[in-house]
């Protein structure tokens, strides 16, 4: 039997909830979970998933025999899930009254499991926390909508807006742009607010019907689970709309890349104050600067937590605006790590290295990880550069095998996300890019087949 929190049980009463979806954000970032009626949750009867649920790739598939065997117990054992209150939340496209919470995962022992993606970002807070400390983070993404596409062989295209014409011209910023679906963004906006996600502003991107939403800053985990839940609502509206949203880091040719940007500073827990401002605008405090120098030093192991798809990859090597390089600079968005201009109490850094189709959780968790080691190793980073950082020496990896080589060589970053968790993490994505490397695609019937 679980407990039910006293104010979670109200709340679901209070509404008249029929259903409880439960859902635990797996190693994509997306909802794995049951669907159970409101009475039987209510009773504490308790939730369980097998915890393979975790070593499974995006195509359902699962890593080689050894590293699954190393981390799966031969019995396939439970993990038992346990409600986050504070993620409760209405579900607001369902027709009767029903409820979507975010659960932790445990073992029978009632430890956090080391596998589930929320458990690794709450380990790398509990490590600030230790050092009282709380990051703060205000993520944005960016997101396409694209006409429906069911046959996985045709190319994406720009969806038929009021107006009767899709979009042909980049429209970044245009106000215009966005009021093409204006049903659509009226929805997305009422969803937002009856499932109490704190986002900010939408604008358009450059790309065609290329958007980004920006959401309010906030502790890291609260962030992460707004992002997750977003994704999903998102997708579900499109829909509604008969167009489809994704957030697939380059899904058109000739389009810019989906980016996922995060903006991030520390508070001192017990006064408040960020910890990052110096006494004025320009001072630059030494945890800041060490801040920055961990995440120089460690951004490269850390890709593919950033772009964790081959996909990814397109919007690196090949973007518009996607960073190439660990470069900082102030007010500087060609760089990968920026500094906006602010005032110097709401000093923070922008890291523009994670693409939309990065797990909300993990890539927080990383980019944490890589700035705490530099406060702990006192890393000082490079001089600030005012250049177009795209003409620097490239230092990123931009190929999917060399950015899972990086992550498996930097032990620094496995004793803090987890040394198991790393190794299932790298075991998945292997057995992902094998499984993409069977595919013959279009080009090589195209080019190859009567040519060589």
């Not at 979507?100 to 022992?109: F, K, S, T």
């Not at 607010?193 to 358009?204: C, G, N, R």
């Not at 945890?287 to 490269?300: D, E, N």
């Not at 994670?354 to 909300?360: E, F, I, L, M, V």
Request: glycine share 6%; hydrophobic share 40%; proline share 6%.
């Amino acid at each position: 039997m679980t407990d039910i929190d006293k104010d979670l049980r109200n709340w679901i009463l209070e509404r008249n909830i029929d259903e409880i979806e439960t859902l635990v954000p797996d190693m994509t970032g997306n909802a794995r979970g049951k669907i159970i009626p409101a009475n039987r949750f209510l009773k504490g009867e308790g939730v369980r998933l097998p915890e393979a649920v975790f070593m499974q790739t995006v195509t359902g598939d699962w890593p080689d025999d050894e590293i699954y065997e190393a981390l799966v117990h031969p019995a396939d054992r439970d993990l038992f899930l346990r409600a986050d209150p504070s993620t409760a939340r209405m579900v607001p496209w369902a027709q009767e009254p029903t409820a979507q919470i975010i659960h932790d995962c445990v073992n029978a022992e009632g430890e956090d499991h080391e596998l589930a993606p929320r458990n690794v970002l709450r380990g790398v807070l509990k490590r600030f926390a230790d050092d009282g400390l709380e990051p703060i983070i205000a993520p944005e993404v960016e997101f396409y909508l694209v006409e429906k596409n069911t046959n996985a062989d045709n190319p994406l295209r720009p969806p038929v807006g009021r107006s009767g014409r899709p979009e042909r011209a980049r429209q970044s910023y245009s106000i215009d742009a966005v009021n093409e679906f204006d049903p659509l963004f009226e929805e997305m906006y009422d969803f937002c607010d009856a499932m109490d996600l704190d986002v900010d502003t939408l604008i358009h991107e450059s790309g065609a019907a290329q958007m980004e939403v920006n959401f309010e800053h906030a502790d890291a985990l609260s962030r992460a689970d707004q992002v997750f839940l977003f994704k999903r609502m998102m997708r579900e509206v499109a829909m509604r709309h008969d167009v489809f949203a994704t957030f697939l880091a380059k899904p058109m040719e000739n389009e810019p890349g989906s980016s996922m940007h995060i903006h991030q500073s520390l508070n001192d827990v017990k006064t408040g104050k960020n910890i990052f401002a110096g006494t004025d605008d320009q001072q630059l405090t030494d945890v800041f600067r060490h801040y920055i120098g961990g995440l120089q030093k460690y951004t490269p192991g850390a890709m593919i937590f950033y772009a964790p798809y081959v996909n990814s990859y397109r919007r690196l090597a090949y973007g518009d605006a996607a960073p190439t390089n660990v470069a900082w600079g102030i007010d500087n968005r060609t760089a990968g790590l920026r500094m906006p201009i602010s005032r110097h109490s709401n000093r923070r850094i922008e890291t523009r290295f994670a693409g939309s189709d990065a797990n909300p959780y993990l890539a927080i968790a990383a980019s944490l990880a890589c700035g705490y080691l530099g406060i702990k190793e006192k890393i000082e980073p490079t001089e600030p550069t005012d250049l177009d950082a795209h003409t620097l020496e490239q230092t990123l990896p931009v190929a999917f095998e060399v950015s899972l080589t990086q992550l498996e060589e930097v032990t620094a970053l496995h004793e803090i996300l987890g040394k198991n968790f790393v190794k299932a993490y790298a075991g998945i994505k292997r057995k992902e890019f094998e499984t993409f490397f069977r595919v013959i695609s279009s080009w090589e019937r195209d080019y190859l087949l009567l040519n060589v």
